[in-house]
């Protein structure tokens, strides 16, 4: 802070009340220097669930001695303090809600400064104890050079950030290209300190516990704050393993450390603990995406599939009961059993690939449930009760659904697309009645029916709908509405439309708008026995994938289009690495190679490009 003119600087410590989703209560701070203090705040009440109290600890420097230190304590001012301690209450706002109140409480720091004069303030945190939070400053921050650390970050997005470079489209499908990656790789917080020390409340007591190290002395990985990892399969499971395969494997290890831990892998990790977040177990989906494509090399791969195999059972995260393992679905609720359908199919390919046939055959059994739920004269799913009788069937009700209804969400299952073609009488009728869905949805923009209209892209369940019609034999029409949701749902940049409508959930909808301008998917997420990347219609005339080479082999994957504009959204033939590609997917294998796909784009569509050989099954086989 630079100050224009002579002034009694005031810098507030906020330590109470409510802030963010949570409440800040028993605040403890102390000076412990001319310019330093330290301190705890605990939090409670947070929304979503999670630990009871989750306490941090602080330091914090100034570049200038204090002139004094004022406290307050909701309206009590003390002047003239060196420290301040606070036992403060959190009351509800609302019966039955979690939303807290407390008393605002804090320090002031007081500097007399005059005109020039600049202030510099550095705090680091940690969920273990101060002496941690004073060692993560010091490694980090040492110095007090403020234009040093800007070009130090800096540098660093722009090293993450370029890992996918694009040419082409125009000025703001650059800068909304950019920004979802941003939304993709920013919304976790690590938990761990420089020393490897992390918070364990998976249990009924606070344990400071300490992160592997591999041969040089560093954490193997790190553990994580994260909103729900919920349907992570269609948008961050896919994207973080083509540019940022690291982030996916420290994911998969840290949901592992928890789970050895508390025995649960978490769906949202909070605070070292558990918040229950959402459904299932999404866990599941990314750990299995990882292994799959060969990136799991943080986490043991038998102990980490034995770990998911208990949370598949009564009493894990996947929150089934007897019901569901005799009947194959979650009574009342559609929603969590085609999540559920889902994620028992992955863990069945992980166990196929493990070569445990016996756990394969039992959870790719468990995986068809859903098909009990179809309704042969709607040709939708619903939700049943345990009588076996409809919930209702109303397709646009949200009832026996997790923020879906049964157009938008009977498409989401996506281990079963060709047994849903037989169910509903062909591929033309499924492509037709998701066609329709799509016309519907249109004028909302996909985003604003959110759980009431036909089609949603402004939240998961709905948003591999596009992606259907490729493996229906109609690849031209994903290409088509590829491009339509990219443009009318994900399209702005403007405050109020960029992410108007969206439930970004720490950059999910940013993940599936990055991987649509890109022209690249996986409607199983790569949980499948060959991994592979559907291909649809990029926005940008050229995209540079650079592999990391600590998980492929060294170089670039890149994909080139020709004749690519805004009404040139077709695909009418593609290369890859210099021979003819008829197909729509290529393999994760190829990809992890190196290459190149070359796509020549047209204003009509070539409808007999990337359709199924007629003998060949679109369920995926085990090739490996």
């Not at 802030?19 to 409670?44: C, F, I, N, W």
């Not at 370029?162 to 919304?187: E, N």
């Not at 490729?470 to 949701?485: F, I, N």
């Not at 060959?530 to 080479?549: K, M, V």
Request: charged share 25%; hydrophobic share 35%; aromatic share 12%.
């Amino acid at each position: 802070m630079k100050y224009t003119e002579d002034c009694l600087s005031n810098t507030l410590l906020n330590l109470g009340g409510f802030t963010g989703t949570s409440t800040m209560t028993d605040a403890e701070v102390r000076q412990t220097g001319p310019a330093e203090l330290e301190g705890s705040v605990s939090t409670v009440g947070r929304l979503w669930g999670g630990p009871e109290e989750v306490k941090i600890y602080f330091v914090m420097h100034f570049d200038k001695p204090f002139d004094r230190l004022d406290s307050w304590d909701d309206s009590l001012t003390t002047k003239a303090v060196t420290g301040l301690k606070v036992n403060s209450q959190a009351t509800p706002r609302n019966a039955g809600m979690t939303y807290y109140d407390a008393p605002t409480a804090g320090i002031q720091a007081l500097h007399r400064l005059k005109k020039g004069e600049e202030l510099q303030v550095k705090i680091a945190i940690s969920y273990t104890n101060i002496e941690n939070a004073r060692h993560n400053l010091a490694h980090e921050c040492a110095h007090w050079d403020f234009d040093a650390i800007r070009r130090d970050a800096r540098r660093e997005w722009e090293e993450t950030l370029s890992r996918i470079q694009v040419q082409g489209g125009d000025a703001h499908q650059r800068i909304k290209f950019y920004t979802d990656l941003w939304h993709v790789l920013l919304g976790r917080h690590k938990l761990d300190d420089v020393s490897g020390d992390y918070p364990d409340r998976t249990g009924q007591e606070f344990i400071i516990r300490t992160l592997p190290k591999n041969t040089t002395g560093e954490s193997k990985f790190h553990m994580y704050n994260s909103d729900a990892f919920w349907l992570t399969q269609w948008n961050l499971n896919i994207l973080w393993g083509l540019a940022w395969p690291s982030v996916l494997d420290d994911f998969a290890a840290c949901l592992i450390q928890y789970a050895d831990n508390g025995g649960l892998l978490p769906r949202g990790p909070c605070g070292g603990g558990y918040s229950r977040i959402m459904t299932g177990c999404p866990a599941t989906n990314l750990i299995v995406s990882a292994y799959m494509k060969g990136l799991l090399k943080k986490t043991e791969a038998r102990h980490a599939f034995t770990v998911m195999k208990r949370n598949h059972m009564p009493g894990g995260m996947l929150g089934i009961d007897d019901f569901y393992l005799e009947n194959g679905y979650y009574a009342d609720n559609a929603g969590i059993t085609i999540e559920a359908n889902f994620q028992d199919w992955a863990l069945s390919q992980m166990a196929q690939q493990l070569d445990y046939p016996e756990e394969a055959t039992y959870f790719l059994k468990r995986s068809q449930g859903w098909k009990q739920l179809f309704d042969p004269e709607k040709k939708l799913i619903f939700p049943k009760d345990r009588q076996g009788n409809w919930k209702h069937r109303n397709p646009l009700s949200g009832d026996g659904w997790v923020e879906a209804n049964a157009w938008q969400a009977t498409w989401s299952v996506s281990h079963g697309i060709p047994d849903l073609i037989e169910l509903m009488g062909g591929k033309d009728v499924l492509c037709d009645k998701l066609n329709y869905a799509f016309e519907q949805a249109a004028d909302d923009d996909f985003v604003y029916g959110y759980s009431g209209g036909y089609i949603s892209y402004a939240n998961q369940p709905g948003v591999s709908n596009a992606h259907v019609f490729s493996w229906a034999g109609k690849p031209w029409l994903t290409q088509y509405w590829v491009r339509r949701v990219r443009a009318q749902a994900y399209g702005a940049v403007t405050p109020d439309r960029g992410y108007g409508g969206h439930d970004e959930d720490q950059g999910q909808m940013g993940g599936i708008s990055a991987l649509m301008a890109i022209g690249l998917f996986s409607l199983t997420g790569n949980v499948d026995q060959n991994p592979s990347y559907e291909i649809t219609s990029p926005i940008f005339d050229r995209i540079e994938i650079t592999l990391d080479d600590r998980y492929y082999e060294k170089g670039k994957f890149v994909i080139q289009t020709y004749h690519n504009s805004a009404g040139n959204c077709y695909i009418r033939q593609a290369r890859l690495n210099g021979k003819p590609l008829h197909d729509f997917r290529f393999s994760h294998a190829d990809f992890s190679k190196g290459g190149l796909l070359e796509l020549w784009m047209g204003p009509e569509p070539a409808k007999k490009w990337g359709i199924f050989p007629k003998k060949r099954s679109p369920r995926p086989v085990n090739q490996r």
